[in-house]
């Protein structure tokens, strides 16, 4: 089954460094296949066993052990990244588009708490187990970060930038 792993909190500064050599070497020498990461922020796609929950709990355990860093592993396939760019709903200009990558879908309460948040100027749709955010002056300074959505949504998340989005999504769908 082809995975891509959303690694949250992973080479932020100087702290929780995860070397994405290293990594595709440990995951090859672990057992998966066609082992790939997408820039430094925490993407890794791979071949592995179906069990969405036990191949993320594996390789947030490896990581854990091999890199001392705490991290979760959210886990899509390829057709739900697919998805996820083809569901974009701010219209044709991606440029200031953003995607928190949730755990697990959102429940009833916590999707209330995040509709009554005044993200203004930003936008935020919440679609299933992702957030679509549209900020309009840049990341710094808007009211929901991806910890702010998480704290909201009981959920841990990760966040991703539309370009960086769209190339995984693309890089899926080839393998």
């Known amino acids: 089954m082809k995975w891509v792993a959303l690694l949250r909190a992973v080479n932020l500064g100087a702290r929780n460094k995860v070397p994405m050599a290293q ?6 020498e672990t057992g998966y296949e066609d082992v790939r990461t997408y820039i430094a922020s925490g993407n890794v796609l791979f071949d592995g066993p179906r069990g969405r929950a036990a191949v993320a ?3 947030e355990r490896l990581i854990a052990d091999s890199f001392g860093v705490d991290t979760t592993a959210i886990m899509r396939t390829p057709a739900e990244l697919v998805a996820t760019v083809a569901g974009h709903p701010f219209g044709k200009d991606t440029s200031r588009s953003h995607v928190v990558f949730l755990a697990a879908e959102p ?3 916590g999707a209330e708490r995040v509709a009554a948040v005044d993200a203004s100027p930003d936008r935020v749709v919440l679609a299933g187990p992702d957030v679509y ?3 309009h002056s840049g990341v710094q300074g808007s009211r929901l970060s991806a910890a702010r959505l998480e704290r909201l949504l009981g959920l841990r998340a990760t966040h991703r930038n539309w370009r960086t989005v769209a190339a995984l999504a693309e890089l899926a769908a080839e393998a």
């Open 23 to 28: 990594l595709r070497t440990l995951l090859e």
């Open 57 to 59: 709990g594996k390789l």
């Open 107 to 109: 429940d009833r309460e």
């Open 133 to 135: 955010l549209q900020y």
